[in-house]
């Protein structure tokens, strides 16, 4: 059979122009159709699953191609397609609506697709999220649902989780499946983690989260809300009445700049801003409660994911943004398509500049930021950054507003209340192999063992775990 040629260009997604985003929450990025979902996916030249760099890409090792295959194979029928298509995404990944929209998979199974090396690598992430959004508009993922209730359920054992992010939320469903009755505790009053109170509507809008999570409930899981487990119940108390816990806790707790003036009114933690912002839905005062108090020149320092999400939302809040980062352009750990949506909304980026010192007003309010310039160096730090040094040369920008985004550390509420919960320095929970933490029984994964990281590490951390936990369980039961 004649190859059919190589088209080299990938079917790009359509955006909402940018003078009508700046002023909303609304998402960015619209899209496929089922019509330019199929163009995309027959770009994809079917690379042999066993070779497939793409499925190697990816953490949780979706079939990509064979997904793709399902979609293109009945292009006449879009809900047949798509159904097939979520079966095989749904064997490796519960979330794809979420990771189709927040992985870099530029970083992942973009990075390695073999039609990169001959013009733009199929864009696997969009057409992931394509599969999930048109099941979910049109019943397909409630359909399919049905496929993966265990009849089991509860059959198997009982297991807490602790903390509802993407770890614990992919745990949970693995778990579930497996016929385990599971429980998670989740200190805050919504379930998701970051994905409910850091990342914005308008990279990932909550009505398809809430929807991801539902289906959870389905599968019978239990959420319990406003449970801070080292407080409200300890760990030891879920240990006598679960077969297993896992801790996916995250590392939620904002990294502080100990330099003069940090006290001073309107500077906030990015995590403060995002919760006010997306949790709290500040952005909608006086419809909700919550109010923000954000001036109108905000200066975020940091070029992280979460610094990238503050000055967005600074912006759609009318202020002027400017991102102050320590490093170069190259050294910025945002994911791309991020960077790219934050320059063409018309966020300013200052490199190079290490902040001294927060200027205030006579009322306490911060006025100004102080900052070293810097200059970077040849030698690369242990994560492949360029080292940098200050060159003694001082700069001074106006700022009413200021956003801290300069990382996030495990909270450790629970590593302080249970005896016999080993951490490294950095707070993280020691594992094993198997994930299991030093207490026996008691497993972890994503942020919490990794430290800051990624949506899909935390979720192949999840699956991993249930597995283990599923044969830690299943062993105790053997008769000695
Ligand atoms: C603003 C922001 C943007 C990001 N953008 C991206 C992105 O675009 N792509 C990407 O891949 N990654 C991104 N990340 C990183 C990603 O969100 C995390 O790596 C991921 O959420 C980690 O998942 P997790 O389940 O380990 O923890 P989390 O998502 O942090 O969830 C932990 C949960 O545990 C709960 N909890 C904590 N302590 C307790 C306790 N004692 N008892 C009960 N519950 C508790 C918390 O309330 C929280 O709900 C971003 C992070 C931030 C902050
Ligand atoms: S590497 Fe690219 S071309 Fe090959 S199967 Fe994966 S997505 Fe298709």
């Not at 079917?11 to 089922?34: A, I, W």
């Not at 059959?155 to 009755?181: D, F, N, Q, R």
């Not at 806790?249 to 990015?270: H, Q, V």
């Not at 109108?296 to 320092?301: A, C, F, L, N, Q």
Request: with cysteine.
């Amino acid at each position: 059979m004649a190859r059919s040629k190589l088209i080299k260009e990938r079917v790009p997604t359509p955006e909402v122009p940018v003078e009508e985003r700046v002023k909303s929450f609304v998402e960015v990025n619209l899209g496929y159709d089922f019509a330019s979902a199929v163009k995309e996916a027959e770009r994809c030249i079917q690379c042999p699953p066993e070779y497939a760099p793409c499925i190697k890409g990816c953490p949780v090792h979706i079939n990509i191609p064979g997904f793709i295959k399902a979609l293109r194979e009945n292009s006449e029928n879009p809900d047949e397609a798509v159904k097939n298509a979520l079966r095989v995404i749904w064997n490796d990944n519960t979330l794809p609506a979420v990771t189709g929209r927040v992985c870099p998979q530029e970083e992942q199974c973009e990075a390695p697709c073999v039609m990169g090396k001959v013009g733009d690598p199929i864009n696997i992430g969009k057409l992931e999220r394509f599969v999930a959004d048109y099941a979910r508009k049109h019943g397909i993922d409630e359909e399919l649902l049905k496929e993966f209730i265990s009849e089991e359920n509860g059959i198997k054992g009982k297991v807490a989780v602790v903390g509802s992010g993407p770890a614990g939320l992919t745990c949970a469903g693995e778990l579930a499946k497996m016929g385990y009755k599971v429980t998670i505790f989740e200190a805050l009053h919504k379930p998701g983690g970051v994905l409910i109170y850091g990342i914005p509507e308008f990279r990932l809008p909550k009505e398809i989260l809430d929807k991801e999570i539902a289906k959870l409930h389905e599968l019978g899981v239990e959420i319990k809300l406003d449970h801070i487990v080292g407080k409200t119940v300890t760990l030891e108390e879920l240990l006598e009445e679960y077969d297993a816990v896992f801790i996916g806790t995250g590392a939620g707790t904002p990294k502080l700049l100990n330099i003069p003036g940090i006290l001073l009114d309107r500077i906030y933690t990015a995590n403060e801003f995002l919760t006010r912002i997306n949790l709290m839905k500040a952005y909608k005062f006086p419809e909700y409660d919550e109010p923000i108090s954000i001036g109108k020149k905000t200066i975020v320092i940091g070029a992280g994911n979460t610094a990238m999400d503050a000055a967005r939302s600074a912006l759609r809040m009318g202020s002027e943004v400017t991102i102050a980062y320590r490093r170069g352009r190259e050294d910025m750990t945002a994911r791309i398509e991020e960077i790219k949506h934050a320059e063409e909304e018309g966020v300013k980026f200052e490199f190079f500049l290490n902040p001294v010192e927060f200027i205030g007003d006579e009322n306490g309010k911060v006025k100004a930021v102080k900052f070293e310039k810097m200059r970077p160096l040849e030698e690369r730090d242990a994560k492949g950054k360029r080292k940098i040094v200050g060159t003694g040369e001082y700069i001074t920008l106006e700022a009413d507003t200021v956003i801290i985004a300069i990382g996030l550390e495990p909270n450790k509420i629970i590593s302080e209340e249970a005896t016999g919960l080993k951490t490294n320095p950095d707070g993280t929970l020691v594992v094993d192999e198997n994930l299991m933490t030093s207490i026996p029984g008691v497993f972890a994964g994503g942020d919490a063992i990794r430290g800051e990281a990624t949506v899909i590490l935390a979720m192949g951390d999840g699956k991993k775990a249930a597995k283990a936990i599923d044969e830690y369980i299943q062993k105790k039961r053997l008769p000695a």
